[in-house]
Nanobody, 124 residues
Framework: QVQLVESGGGLVQAGGSLRLSCAASGSISSIHAMGWYRQAAGKQRELVAALTSGGRTVYGESVQGRFTISGDFAKNTVALQMNSLNPEDTAVYYC??????????????????WGQGTVVTVSS
C-alpha cells in the first residue's frame, strides 16, 4: 500500500499564493503519473493538476494559468504552486500516484486509497 503525506495548506487571502508538497512512499515500483485533487465542502473530488512521467501535464479548467504542478519521479514527490488564489479554491487538497502506464485512474481520481489531505482556505 502507498502512503501519501500532503503538506503546505493553510489560510491565505484572495490573491495570495501557497505551495503544497506531497511525498509518496511504500509499495511503489515506479510511478506513471502524479496528481493533485481537491474536494470542496459538499462537492465531489476533482482533478486539479496531474503530471505523467512522460512529461504530459493536465490542469483543471478552473486553475489553468494559476497553478503549476511539478514532480520528481525519482524521489516520488510532487508539488503544487498555487497563485492568484480565490475563495473558490477553498478545499481539502489531496495528492495521489498511479503506477499503471496504461490506466487513467490519475486523470479521473479513481483511487482506492487517499492520504489525509491538506486544507486550503482562501478568504475574500
Amino acid at each position: 500500500q502507498v502512503q501519501l503525506v500532503e503538506s503546505g495548506g493553510g489560510l491565505v487571502q484572495a490573491g495570495g499564493s501557497l505551495r503544497l508538497s506531497c511525498a509518496a512512499s511504500g509499495s511503489i515500483s515506479s510511478i506513471h503519473a502524479m496528481g493533485w485533487y481537491r474536494q470542496a465542502a459538499g462537492k465531489q473530488r476533482e482533478l486539479v493538476a496531474a503530471l505523467t512521467s512522460g512529461g504530459r501535464t493536465v490542469y483543471g479548467e478552473s486553475v489553468q494559468g494559476r497553478f503549476t504542478i511539478s514532480g520528481d519521479f525519482a524521489k516520488n514527490t510532487v508539488a503544487l504552486q498555487m497563485n492568484s488564489l480565490n475563495p473558490e479554491d477553498t478545499a481539502v487538497y489531496y495528492c495521489n500516484v498511479d503506477p499503471d502506464p496504461y490506466g487513467s485512474s490519475w486523470l479521473f481520481g479513481y483511487f482506492e486509497h487517499w492520504g489525509q489531505g491538506t486544507v486550503v482556505t482562501v478568504s475574500s
